[in-house]
């Protein structure tokens, strides 16, 4: 098999052509933060937290969506990838009404993880406290727009893994917002199939179960890599 | 001599309770105290912002009132929303919800008697106020400091061996408990029931030796009559958990028994003022001027007919000889009452935790959205606590009524502060600390909860302020 010669952190590797590098940094056990990665859908880079350094190339560039390439040479772990971690983090918390405390994802939030992961004990900048509304409207299921981080997994899993494609985004900027069909209350939706891959992809307490308590909530989100394989078997 | 005529002398902040709170102690044309007003300074707007969220996120929002008593916030919420959907929960799950609350009692109460008001009852309460804390009975009693703080810890055990957290503990849930609890748990929860026990006793023994030592001063501290509400089980005992609502009247006639707690709006009504942040209830069939009603230990333990286990029934008739069949209405008796209840608390932890039931996993039922209203109630460690909630029809939250215990005692608070000022300064020119601390000290029998966030223990100083009628600062002593 073809490999190519690439250098992340000083460390030379041979890896296969056509991988991205945040694929050949998990194959390696290389720490990359993510958001709005998940195993069994497309990438988008929308998060922005995997942002690695490569030599030759000015600006950095999300490892989810740019393909490794021959004497690449990466590196992971500078300071200023640590900056914009924390500067990205500490946005996704001013940009909407997240209260850990009170959420029903405390303790099983990708984003209180991550939180976590870069030492955030302060956010610097100012909080927006957008007006949000809870789509409470779906029979089983609850939409909370104050904890949603636009990483778009619900969008993409009913897309590409329902096929549904209940969820879309609207507006642009701080206004953006997932919406479901064309901005229907969720419990109007004529395309959604109630399969409930969306609150396994979401990743913070945005998309939950209706009957459920602080402490119960159990999401999935490895589940989606694992039907895009059994299906993949079937072909 | 300056001129005397109407000045004010406010005590801010309020130390040793659960909050943060101003009293101003509002003097006349000679020097003597005309009225004093209790006020609630801070503002937390827990019933707005919580509209438009989900019915079950409550019972995780509301316990964040406070961080002494979230249990009861927790529990009263999870009974709104059982209503909410029309189930009933698991039977160890009940169980286990009840040996939290109990816990939660026993660390409140122990928190009221031993950190807070013990130094003024072992070091008196002239003593150096830079001493007379929990600090200054560690140096000078180190066991009693040590029991209480350990009986604190045992009443948080509870929670922390049972959900892993001691403090705003996750897994009380519609329909019982999300986490059951283990065999080890349970015999580590019940090694330490000996030791809690005594410690209750030796609480006992220091209010009933400080009650016989200063029997005019207890038999005359704040003393008007007031009508009572409270907790009741089947039988007339003294309940925390789960059971019907009981009001009596200042003679001890029952006026309400049996109540159901859902009915509790046709029984009591809230009227808001303009220097306190606190609404004032009232016992609504007797109108504002006439319908001044306590809860809590006190309350409880006048409207009860009996204590659930044995040891507490003894002391509790003890209790009862003092009002000679009558409700006890000296605010002081506040103390002994919660003493009681704390004992009976450890005493009925002891059955729940031998009741084989409690380990089992039968611990949740659950349920959905049914129905457009919940009200849910419990008995805090201050007292009767009610959960009201509307929403619509998805489950999300139109409104929310919470009518908390300090609420409830609100207007009595303002009454007995106001009788201890006029029995204790005389003249509003020569006010000793000493005077002071007994007016701060009516507030701390009631161990109010202001929706607290910090507990003050004594190391925040006490600021005195004179100001005549004009508003100009005549004088100003910081303590």
Same mark, same amino acid.
């Given at each position: 098999m073809t490999t190519i010669t690439i250098h992340i952190n000083e460390k030379e590797y041979q890896v296969a052509p056509g991988k991205t590098i945040l694929e050949?940094?998990?194959?390696?056990?290389?720490?990359?933060?993510?958001?709005c990665?998940?195993?069994?859908?497309?990438?988008?880079?929308?998060?922005?937290?995997?942002?690695?350094?490569?030599?030759?190339?000015?600006?950095?560039?999300?490892?989810?969506?740019?393909?490794?390439?021959?004497?690449?040479?990466?590196?992971?772990?500078?300071?200023?990838?640590?900056?914009?971690?924390?500067?990205?983090?500490?946005?996704?918390?001013?940009?909407?009404?997240?209260?850990?405390?009170?959420?029903?994802?405390?303790?099983?939030c990708e984003l209180q993880q991550l939180g976590y992961k870069v030492g955030l004990d302060h956010i610097r900048y100012p909080f927006l406290y957008p007006q949000c509304e809870v789509d409470s409207s779906h029979p089983w299921y609850v939409m909370d727009h104050n904890r949603c981080i636009m990483c778009t997994r619900c969008v993409r899993v009913c897309n590409e893994v329902e096929g549904a494609h209940n969820w879309d985004v609207m507006n642009r900027g701080y206004q953006v917002r997932v919406i479901s069909d064309f901005n229907t209350p969720w419990g109007e939706s004529i395309t959604c199939t109630s399969c409930g891959k969306c609150l396994h992809a979401c990743p913070t307490g945005a998309i939950w179960p209706k009957a459920i308590v602080q402490g119960q909530l159990n999401k999935k989100p490895e589940i989606i890599e694992e039907l895009m394989e059994k299906r993949a078997m079937k072909l | 001599m300056a001129s005397i005529e109407k000045r004010k002398i406010i005590i801010s902040p309020v130390t040793r309770i659960e909050g943060h709170a101003r009293i101003t102690i509002q003097l006349d044309e000679t020097g003597a105290v005309d009225e004093a007003l209790f006020h609630v300074n801070e503002f937390r707007g827990f019933e707005k912002f919580c509209e438009g969220r989900m019915y079950t996120e409550m019972p995780t929002i509301t316990p964040r009132i406070c961080g002494i008593c979230p249990i009861s916030h927790s529990i009263a919420s999870v009974k709104a929303c059982?209503?909410?959907?029309?189930?009933?929960? %698991?039977?160890?799950?009940?169980?286990?919800?009840?040996?939290?609350? $109990? /816990?939660?009692?026993?660390?409140?109460?122990?928190?009221?008697?031993f950190h807070l008001s013990s130094p003024d009852f072992l070091l008196g309460y002239d003593s150096d106020p830079a001493s007379r804390n929990i600090i200054g009975i560690a140096n000078q009693f180190p066991d009693i400091a040590l029991r209480g703080i350990r009986l604190r810890k045992f009443g948080?055990?509870?929670?922390?061996?049972?959900?892993?957290?001691?403090?705003?503990?996750?897994?009380?849930?519609?329909?019982?408990?999300?986490?059951?609890?283990?065999?080890?748990n349970r015999k580590a929860?019940?090694?330490?029931?000996?030791?809690?026990?005594?410690t209750v006793r030796i609480g006992l023994e220091i209010i009933k030796k400080f009650h016989r030592e200063n029997e005019a001063m207890v038999k005359s501290f704040a003393t008007s009559p007031t009508l009572y509400l409270g907790?009741?089980?089947?039988?007339?005992?003294?309940?925390?958990?789960?059971?019907? $609502?009981?009001?009596?009247?200042?003679?001890?006639?029952?006026?309400?028994?049996?109540?159901?707690?859902?009915?509790?709006?046709?029984?009591?009504?809230?009227?808001?003022?303009?220097?306190?942040?606190?609404?004032?209830?009232?016992?609504?069939?007797?109108?504002?001027?006439?319908?001044?009603?306590?809860?809590?230990?006190?309350?409880?333990?006048?409207?009860?007919?009996?204590?659930?286990?044995?040891?507490a029934q003894e002391e509790f008739l003890l209790f009862k000889a003092i009002g000679n069949g009558k409700p006890v209405h000296g605010t002081f008796y506040f103390h002994y009452a919660r003493l009681i209840e704390a004992l009976c608390s450890v005493e009925e932890a002891e059955m729940l935790l031998n009741n084989p039931a409690i380990?089992?996993?039968?611990?949740?039922?659950?349920?959905?959205?049914?129905?457009?209203?919940?009200?849910?109630?419990?008995?805090?460690?201050? /007292?009767?606590?009610?959960?009201?909630?509307?929403?619509?029809?998805?489950?999300?939250?139109?409104?929310?009524?919470?009518?908390? %215990?300090?609420?409830?005692?609100?207007?009595?608070?303002?009454?007995?502060?106001?009788?201890?000022?006029?029995?204790?300064?005389?003249?509003?020119?020569?006010?000793?600390?000493?005077?002071?601390?007994?007016?701060?000290?009516?507030?701390?029998?009631?161990?109010?909860?202001?929706?607290?966030?910090?507990?003050?223990?004594?190391?925040?100083?006490?600021?005195?302020?004179?100001?005549?009628?004009?508003?100009?600062?005549?004088?100003?002593?910081?303590?």
């Open positions: 050949v940094c998990r194959e390696n056990d290389i720490e990359i933060l993510t958001m990665h998940l195993k069994g859908i497309m990438d988008v880079g929308a998060c922005r937290l995997c942002l690695v350094e490569i030599e030759g190339v000015n600006r950095l560039l999300s490892a989810c969506t740019t393909k490794v390439g021959a004497n690449m040479i990466i590196r992971t772990d500078t300071e200023r990838i640590k900056r914009y971690q924390r500067i990205t983090t500490e946005l996704f918390f001013a940009e909407r009404n997240h209260v850990c405390s009170v959420c029903v994802a405390n303790g099983k | 059982e209503m909410i959907q029309g189930i009933k929960p %698991a039977y160890t799950g009940n169980l286990l919800r009840r040996l939290i609350q $109990l /816990g939660q009692n026993i660390s409140s109460h122990a928190l009221s008697f948080q055990e509870i929670s922390e061996r049972i959900t892993g957290k001691k403090i705003h503990i996750m897994g009380i849930a519609p329909g019982g408990m999300a986490m059951p609890l283990t065999a080890e929860l019940l090694d330490w029931i000996p030791e809690a026990k005594e907790m009741i089980g089947e039988n007339g005992e003294q309940e925390l958990y789960d059971g019907n $609502l009981r009001f009596i009247d200042t003679d001890g006639t029952i006026l309400q028994d049996q109540l159901d707690p859902k009915r509790y709006l046709e029984f009591i009504a809230e009227r808001s003022v303009n220097w306190s942040y606190l609404k004032y209830p009232y016992y609504k069939p007797f109108g504002f001027d006439k319908g001044f009603y306590r809860v809590g230990p006190l309350a409880r333990l006048n409207v009860a007919s009996k204590m659930k286990t044995p040891e380990t089992s996993t039968d611990i949740q039922t659950h349920g959905r959205w049914n129905y457009n209203e919940g009200i849910g109630c419990a008995e805090a460690p201050r /007292g009767t606590l009610f959960h009201h909630y509307i929403t619509d029809d998805t489950g999300k939250l139109k409104n929310v009524n919470l009518l908390i %215990a300090t609420g409830q005692n609100n207007p009595s608070m303002n009454r007995s502060i106001t009788e201890v000022a006029k029995q204790y300064i005389h003249d509003g020119t020569k006010v000793s600390e000493g005077m002071l601390n007994r007016v701060e000290s009516t507030i701390r029998c009631y161990d109010p909860c202001l929706s607290c966030s910090t507990h003050a223990i004594g190391q925040m100083p006490m600021e005195i302020d004179i100001i005549d009628k004009d508003g100009k600062l005549v004088d100003h002593v910081i303590r």
